[in-house]
């Protein structure tokens, strides 16, 4: 399903999440507007927890990513249970930063605790599902290994829900709906609190990105990130505009980078995104 598109939304991914690398997770505003970052390349990361990291790295999201792509390489259907094996594997020699989901499940697997996934209600696993649409031949399919993976790692009614609904509006993009009228589609789907969220999102179009972000919250939660990414796909219609203001208004600007991304490029093309950001330290 779409599996034309798979790289380039993947790569889509990478790049915003390469590109957000180097404001990511500053949340005073002062130092957001003094940081010495070149807003119109890739820069090394500014924080501590990504120590080591260069300019064309990834933040831990990314890297999670380019996993799940290398364990999908040669197959054609999702085994939940082979891809937490690999993961926990990758997990006992990573040198990048752990959060606490991934810290927990960990844990979990080590005891023998099932399910093994945290409760963890952080948006940014939603960014990593992408590579899913090359082993799924139907929608229905595809909503369902985005639901899996989400619980190898974040098993919370939250993060679940945020992850389907961006399943299915990327679905309605790639069959070339307007974004904003894929979303209206869904309201009847999701509960009133939820689609509370969505409408937050929309009706701030018109703010400042700055100002809507810090409203919502730039943390990493879905009650926080999650009405960022709504109002970055209905403001803007230039992704590169989308990830530098994005970027600007800090905080976990890459998990709302990373879905905004691919959504956005489910009915575009990486030509719109400079050639320099492109240039990440990965081969997909």
């Known amino acids: 399903m779409f599996k034309e598109k798979v790289n380039t939304l993947v790569f889509a991914a990478l790049v915003a999440d390469s590109y957000s690398l180097g404001a990511h997770w500053i949340y005073d505003e002062k130092q957001l507007q003094e ?28 890297d999670q990513t380019v996993w799940l792509r290398a364990f999908l390489a040669d197959k054609t259907t999702f085994d939940p249970e082979a891809y937490r094996a690999f993961w926990f594997e990758k997990m006992q020699h990573y040198a990048g930063y752990i959060d606490g989901a991934s810290r927990t499940t960990v844990e979990n697997i080590k005891n023998n605790v099932t399910p093994s996934g945290s409760a963890s209600t952080d948006l940014s696993v939603v960014g990593r599902t992408t590579p899913l649409l090359g082993v799924s031949s139907t929608p229905e399919d595809f909503y369902a290994n ?15 829900m945020a992850g389907d609904f961006f399943a299915r509006l990327l679905v309605m993009v790639l069959e070339k709906k307007p974004i904003q009228e894929a979303m209206l589609s869904l ?31 730039p943390a990493c939660d879905v009650d926080e990130g999650f009405s960022g990414v709504v109002h970055l796909l ?44 492109q240039e990440i330290n990965a081969k997909l």
């Open 35 to 62: 940081a010495p970052i070149d807003w119109e390349r890739l820069n090394a990361p500014m924080v501590a927890w990504h120590k080591g990291k260069e300019a064309g790295d990834f933040t831990h999201y990314g």
């Open 187 to 217: 309201k009847n789907s999701y509960s009133k609190d939820f689609w509370q969220k969505v409408e937050q999102g929309m009706e701030s179009k018109d703010q400042e990105t700055f100002a809507a972000i810090r409203a919502f919250g």
């Open 234 to 277: 209905c403001k803007y219609d230039n992704p590169k505009e989308m990830l530098i203001q994005n970027a600007k208004a800090g905080g976990d600007s890459s998990a709302r980078g990373m879905i905004a991304a691919v959504i956005f490029m489910a009915n575009s093309s990486l030509e719109q995104l400079p050639a320099s950001w």
């Open 146 to 160: 985005v639901e899996a993976f989400i619980k190898l790692t974040h098993n919370s009614p939250k993060a679940l």
